[in-house]
């Protein structure tokens, strides 16, 4: 028997529970894996209290990041064997797997070996975020050197992780944030400029740092009103990606913005990577290598044991937090 975190019924952190659950073998391209640490996420949150984009069956379990060692393969899985220290990709459905668990279920695409030098903590903290802002930032939106991108929720750990992306490219990482109390944290976290928007004018102070040119990129989670700013603060030809909906209200759109710029607006899920081998393969490889090279660091905001994970997800819905939350087994 395994200790498996699930929930019964939609609701708030308080919903969750640690069952007794008797992981069975892993079939045909699956591996059985003894997690050390888990990754939270928000798409964990929105799944739990019933705002996410399909309705959980009950009991239900979640998790999409988990870094731990394989116990068993399940028929035809030979890229892994039983010993091996390895990441999980989110690169499924909730519907089938969830690493929420001392033993869980994943399937082999979802896998990469854990990089050299990273503990199982810092591993279980890296592929959502890295994956997440590489598909956009470098997949689709081919940033260069030298351009601006503005990084809206800069202090979670999808934001942290543009941040550094953009100073490996060599690019202009502005973070966005609410107001100016992480603007030291951001700045510490490689953000070559910080704009807190609800005390600055966003536009002039995108036209101040780039010289009038706007910025070439926006990466938001949020979406609401702002997003009428932040379309103005862009360049000619710039792109806006959408990755996430913590305001749900319709975006507004400045139409003559648009025409004018001959904008790009853009919805985006990590899924578009993940569930393309060519260009999860990709990923892997320049996240690896970031790692590697200490260009890439995950950043932790806080540890909590299994026993605590309602308390993690309170903490991860307080917003307090800059960088992943993790769950030490």
């Known amino acids: 028997m395994s200790k498996v975190i699930r929930f019964h019924r939609m609701g708030g952190p308080e919903v969750l529970q640690i069952d007794d659950v008797d992981v069975r073998a892993p079939a045909s391209g699956e591996v059985r894996i003894k997690v050390k640490a888990l990754g939270l996420n928000r798409a964990e949150a929105m799944y739990r209290s019933g705002q996410y984009t399909f309705t959980p069956q009950m009991p239900a379990i979640l998790g999409y990041e988990a870094a731990g060692t394989v116990e068993s393969v399940g028929e035809g899985v030979s890229e892994y064997a039983v010993g091996d220290e390895v990441n999980v990709i989110p690169a499924f459905s909730f519907a089938d797997y969830g690493m929420y668990g001392e033993l869980v279920l994943a399937p082999v695409h979802a896998l990469v070996k854990q990089p050299a030098g990273l503990t199982s903590i810092q591993a279980a903290a890296t592929w959502m975020k890295y994956v997440t802002a590489y598909g956009a930032l470098v997949d689709i939106g081919n940033l260069q050197k030298g351009e601006t991108v503005l990084i809206r929720a800069a202090s979670s750990s999808v934001g942290l992780a543009a941040i550094q992306i953009a100073n490996l490219l060599g690019a202009v990482p502005v973070a966005l944030t609410r107001t100016s109390e992480k603007r030291e944290a951001l700045m510490d976290a490689g953000a070559t400029h910080v704009i807190a928007t609800q005390e ?31 379309l103005r603060a862009l360049s000619y030809l710039g792109i806006f990606f959408q990755y996430g909906a913590l305001e749900t209200a319709d975006l507004s759109v400045p139409v003559m913005e648009l025409l004018g710029k001959d904008l790009t607006i853009r919805g985006y899920q990590l899924f578009e990577i993940t569930q393309d081998p060519e260009r999860l393969n990709r990923a892997k490889d320049f996240i690896t290598k970031g790692l590697e090279s200490g260009a890439l660091q995950p950043v932790i905001s806080k540890t909590f044991p299994l026993s605590e994970i309602v308390e993690a997800h309170q903490y991860m819905e307080s917003n307090a937090q800059i960088g992943k939350i993790v769950i030490e087994l």
Do not use: S
Request: no cysteine.
């Open 200 to 230: 600055q004018d966003l536009v002039a102070e995108v036209n101040r740092i780039t010289e009038g040119k706007g910025a070439r990129m926006a990466f938001d989670p949020v979406g609401g009103p702002e997003v009428a700013n932040i």
